[in-house]
């Protein structure tokens, strides 16, 4: 993000990040990774859009 952020500064930058659930995901190491990113997206970004990964699997049962 910080080198897109170099080419770029005139640009309005938005992230969008799928947050971890314990029910959905079976990775150890899933919340750490996305704890440990949260400082860059928000150092680096305009908007930072966090989506639960829960309810986006809730929607998705529902659905199909």
């Given amino acids: 993000l910080s080198k897109i952020r170099e080419e770029f500064p005139d640009r309005m930058m938005a992230t969008f990040s ?3 659930s314990p ?3 079976d990775t150890v190491v899933e919340p750490y990774n996305a704890t440990l990113s ?5 150092e680096n970004s305009d908007e930072t859009f966090c989506i639960d990964n829960e309810a986006l699997y ?3 049962e529902r659905t199909l």
Avoid: A, F, R, T
Avoid at 38 to 42: E, H, I
């Fill in 18 to 20: 799928v947050m971890p």
């Fill in 23 to 25: 029910k959905v995901s």
């Fill in 38 to 42: 949260l400082n860059q997206l928000v």
């Fill in 58 to 60: 809730d929607i998705y």
